[in-house]
C-alpha cells in the first residue's frame, strides 16, 4: 500500500470539499436535463464527466487496453473485479460504451440523488435480499439497454481492497443470459494500493483497465459454467499481469543497485 504523506492528507483536505461542491452542481445539472430535448444524452455526458472528475481530483493516470474488443454499437454485461473505490470512476470514463451499475436501494432513498439515478436509468437492486431477485429488476434492465447502454456488475458483491479476487456471484451471468448480452470481462490493475474501502485519502497513482474477449456465446453455458468462465478470464490475467510487474521492479531493481 503507498504511504500516507503529509503532501497527500493536504491535497486531499482540498480536493475533496471542491470535489463535493461540483459533484453538487452537477447533480443539479442531470436534473435539469429532463426539462430539455434530448436529456438523456447529455446527462450521460454530465456521467461521464463525474468519471473524469473522480480520477483528475484525486491525481490517477487511467490506461485502457484492449480497446478493440468492445462494439461501440452493441451493448455488453461487463464484469469486472472490484479492489477500489475508485472502480466507479475508471469504468465510467475508461470505457468507450457508456456503463449502468446495479445500484443497491438504499442510495434510492438519499433526497435529489436518487432522482439523478433515475434520471441516468442505474437498476435498483436490494443486496441485503439472500437471493437476486430479476422479477425486480428486469423492467429498469430492460431500460438501460433500449437506451443502447451496457450492465456494469462487480461480481464479488463488493470491494476486495485486495488484488486476489472474492467468490464471483452468478447475478450476472443470469442477466447475460436471460437478455441474451455477451459478458465483457475488464480487468483493474493496482486500484487496492490506492485507494480501498473506508479511506479516503487521495493517493496519486496508476490504473490500468485490461478489456478482455468478450464471451458471445453465452447460451453455450449454464449459469454456474459462464460464472466460472468469466472468473477464470479476470484471474488468469490477474495472475499474469502481477507476476509481469514483480518481475520488471526486480530487474529494474538489479539494475540501479
Known amino acids: 500500500m ?10 486531499t483536505i482540498i480536493m475533496f470539499p471542491l470535489f463535493l461542491i461540483i459533484f453538487g452542481f452537477l447533480i443539479i445539472l442531470i436534473i435539469l436535463t429532463v426539462f430539455i430535448p434530448n436529456g438523456k444524452l447529455l446527462a450521460t455526458k454530465y456521467y461521464k464527466f463525474f468519471g473524469w472528475l473522480g480520477l483528475r481530483m484525486v491525481g490517477i493516470n487511467l490506461t485502457v487496453s484492449g480497446l478493440e474488443n468492445i462494439d461501440i454499437n452493441k451493448s455488453y454485461v461487463v464484469v469486472s473485479n472490484h479492489p477500489s473505490t475508485l472502480d466507479i470512476f475508471t469504468h465510467i470514463y475508461g470505457l468507450p460504451i457508456s ?12 433526497p435529489f440523488f436518487s432522482r439523478v439515478l433515475k434520471i441516468l436509468g442505474l437498476p435498483r437492486i436490494d443486496r441485503g435480499s439472500s437471493s437476486l431477485d ?17 450492465i456494469m456488475i462487480f461480481p464479488e458483491g463488493k470491494r476486495s ?25 475488464v ?23 485490461d478489456v478482455l474477449e468478450p464471451i458471445n456465446n453465452v447460451d453455450s453455458y449454464d449459469v454456474d459454467e459462464l460464472t466460472n468462465q468469466f472468473f477464470e478470464k479476470i484471474n488468469k490475467v490477474l495472475i499474469s499481469k502481477e507476476w509481469f510487474y514483480k518481475t520488471v521492479k526486480l530487474v529494474i531493481f538489479h539494475i540501479i543497485c
Request: hydrophobic content about 40%; glycine content about 6%.
Open 2 to 11: 503507498n504511504p500516507v504523506t503529509i503532501g497527500t492528507k493536504l491535497k
Open 99 to 110: 456503463v449502468r451499475f446495479l445500484t443497491k436501494t438504499e442510495l434510492f432513498r438519499i
Open 134 to 150: 430479476l422479477n425486480k429488476i428486469n423492467s429498469s434492465i430492460q431500460s438501460v439497454l433500449d437506451d443502447g447502454n451496457s
Open 161 to 185: 481492497n485486495q488484488k486476489n479476487l472474492l467468490e464471483f456471484k452468478k447475478g450476472a451471468a443470469h442477466i447475460a443470459k436471460k437478455f441474451d448480452l455477451p459478458v465483457l470481462p
Open 187 to 209: 480487468v483493474t490493475h493496482n486500484a487496492h494500493r490506492l485507494m480501498i474501502k473506508g479511506k479516503v485519502w487521495f493517493l496519486s497513482g496508476d490504473i490500468h483497465l
